[in-house]
């Protein structure tokens, strides 16, 4: 999956080779795409994000609470599912983006990027540079 504009994704099509458009229905734009083989989450401008539970075929808008961009995400090995954003923002949550809660522990910045460097621990970039967080 690639994330673009105007609310579209691009799913690879294997068998043809080439990528293919999926609507979310969002008119904005999309910083990128997060998910399992069951369900996906693309994520951008304002805090939006959008999940799917049918391989895109339907999108339900999520409630971030965030208001800046959505501008980086993880899917840590416990399951959880973390958003970082331009207003230095982390959130996170255990039901797939049903539901999110603040993390703290990061100095805040304008994130631009997370990833898991060990269990219980996340590194989070921003314009400040890196910074190495612990979980709760």
Do not use: M, N
Not at 75 to 96: E, I, K, N
């Amino acid at each position: 999956y690639l994330a673009s504009e105007q609310g579209l994704l691009f799913r690879l099509d294997r068998a043809r080779g080439r990528f293919t458009a999926i609507s979310t229905g969002y008119k904005g734009s999309f910083f990128g795409v997060i998910g399992t083989r069951d369900w996906l989450v693309a994520y951008g401008l304002r805090g939006t994000a959008y999940r799917s539970v049918d391989g895109g075929a339907k999108w339900e808008r999520l409630s971030t609470g965030v208001l800046g961009g959505v501008t980086g995400a993880a899917l840590l090995d416990d399951g959880r599912l973390l958003f970082v954003s331009q207003d230095g923002r982390v959130v996170a949550s255990r039901d797939r983006g049903a539901s999110f809660q603040p993390v703290a522990g990061a100095r805040p910045d304008l994130f631009t990027d997370v990833a898991q460097a060990a269990p219980g621990r996340i590194v989070i970039t921003g314009l400040a540079g890196v910074q190495a967080v612990a979980l709760p």
